[in-house]
């Protein structure tokens, strides 16, 4: 069975400093990984995803994620934060050869983005 | 893009009548459709998956005839919270995939 970790259940930066937010995941087959946003009473937005190819995905917002096969990670990232990136980020893996797209979420991580 | 349109997004009912909450997919047809129920501050809890013109297939622990959904066609699901009770009170969540999931905006439901 797969499963998702999401270490830092929240995250408070200072406005305009770097953030990684780490993800790690369990499986014994492929899965592609997946990055997503909600703002308080919204529904998710996807920031990225890793299907294939380049472990370096980049995503909306200036995000980017580094797929890591080796360490079962999927850290997302951004070099800059602003005070609008505030809100609850799901990581998600779902199973490559899994034709029903069902994900696994992670418990979220909040990013507190103070000015 | 691929848009979810998600209906209310917010409704109050008296606790024992029904509600319904319709999830579309409006510039594309999805052959499935999920939805999700999520609690205060907590991740997502998967509910059901609803396949078009077949039955809903429920996550353990979630009961069918209290929440049936029903997924008519490409585009359109709904799922009816039945006889519903202040501990139904939370906000859902569909989505329709299109090779990944799209989500909608959410419902919040709450019952007096």
């Known amino acids: 069975a797969q499963s998702v970790t999401q270490l830092d259940s929240q995250v408070p930066v200072f406005e305009e400093a770097p953030v990684e937010l780490r993800c790690n995941y369990s499986s014994s087959v492929s899965v592609y990984l997946f990055w997503y946003v909600q703002y308080p009473n919204q529904g998710l937005q996807l920031l990225l995803k890793y299907l294939s190819g380049s472990t370096l995905v980049k995503g909306i917002n200036g995000f980017e994620a580094e797929f890591n096969k080796s360490q079962t990670s999927f850290h997302l990232r951004k070099p800059s934060v602003h005070i609008s990136d505030t809100a609850e980020y799901f990581c998600a893996v779902s199973v490559a050869a899994d034709s029903s797209y069902k994900l696994i979420f992670g418990s979220g991580t909040r990013l507190l983005v103070r000015p | 893009g691929a848009v979810v349109s998600q209906h209310p997004s917010w409704v109050i009912c008296k606790s024992g009548t029904s509600v319904k909450i319709e999830c579309r997919s409006l510039?594309?047809?999805?052959?499935?459709m999920f939805w999700y129920r999520q609690f205060p501050k907590q991740s997502l809890m998967l509910m059901a998956t609803s396949n078009e013109g077949s039955k809903a297939t429920y996550e353990q622990g979630v009961e069918k005839d209290k929440f049936l959904i029903n997924h008519a066609s490409l585009t359109l699901s709904t799922l009816t919270v039945t006889s519903a009770h202040p501990e139904d009170s939370s906000f859902y969540i569909c989505?329709?995939?299109?090779?990944?999931?799209?989500f909608g905006a959410g419902t919040r439901l709450s019952v007096l």
């Open positions: 510039d594309f047809q999805a052959t499935t």
């Open positions: 989505s329709a995939t299109k090779n990944i999931q799209y």
